[in-house]
């Protein structure tokens, strides 16, 4: 069963940072870029980055640019959200999700998501 | 790049038909056949139920339909049931520099 579990989420401090994990498993993880995407309190799916497999690019929603910093280890098959900088409106729930493709991954579909892990920047 | 515009809800009756509709730019939507669809009840994880316009994964209900008019998709729900409450966004590539953007999301409603 193809499984993706975020960990990694609690409470912050404005101008602190945090590191979210995705581990996946149930399927070939190296061979798939991984996204990230957040809903705020009462507001829609905002998606911030992907990874492509091996690494070679990411990108990164203008929101979120210069701040956090999308990775991932084939060996351990996660993918992480290093979240420095936080500010009041990075609060949301983050889901982690396989990218799934016909060709380029960056013309892909998000499946599955995994439950998501709850960040709180607050003081 | 703005999120793609979608009505804030849509409602219908078990058993009627609903569109939901995904307005986007010639930047996004109306330039790629890369579109796809998710439903989110609250609380758990989104789920895939369309990609790439009009196909749907398997094990998704055939109640689930999709289509892709200029820079408007469009998501139908067919024969609407209590378990299709739930909130539903589109999702597009929308070219170099911006892999993906999602639409603001459109609450259905099963009156």
């Known amino acids: 069963e193809v499984q993706l579990v975020e960990s990694g989420g609690g409470l912050v401090q404005p101008g602190g940072s945090l590191r979210l994990s995705c581990a996946a498993s149930?399927?070939?993880?190296?061979?798939?870029?991984m996204t990230w995407v957040r809903q705020a309190p009462g507001q829609g799916l905002e998606w911030i980055s992907v990874i492509s497999h091996s690494s070679m690019s990411t990108y990164y929603a203008k929101s979120v640019e210069g701040r956090f910093t999308i990775s991932r280890d084939d060996s351990e098959n996660t993918v992480s959200l290093q979240m420095n900088s936080l500010r009041a409106e990075d609060t949301a729930v983050y889901y982690c999700?396989?990218?799934?493709?016909?060709?380029?991954?960056?013309?892909?579909?998000?499946?599955?998501w995994g439950q998501g892990t709850l960040v709180t920047v607050s003081s | 790049q703005s999120a793609l515009t979608q009505p804030a809800s849509v409602s219908g009756s078990p058993g009627q038909s609903i569109t939901i509709s995904c307005t986007g730019t010639s930047s996004d939507v109306g330039r790629y056949n890369h579109v796809s669809w998710y439903q989110h009840h609250p609380g758990k994880a989104p789920k895939l139920i369309i990609y790439e316009v009009t196909k749907r994964p398997s094990g998704v209900s055939n109640r689930f339909s999709a289509s892709k008019s200029g820079s408007t998709a469009s998501l139908t729900i067919s024969g609407l049931q209590n378990d299709d409450e739930a909130d539903y966004y589109c999702c597009s590539h929308a070219g170099s520099g911006i892999p993906f953007v999602l639409g603001t999301g459109t609450k259905v409603t099963v009156l």
């Open positions: 149930g399927f070939t993880f190296r061979s798939y870029a």
């Open positions: 999700a396989r990218v799934e493709d016909s060709g380029y991954y960056y013309e892909g579909w998000f499946d599955p």
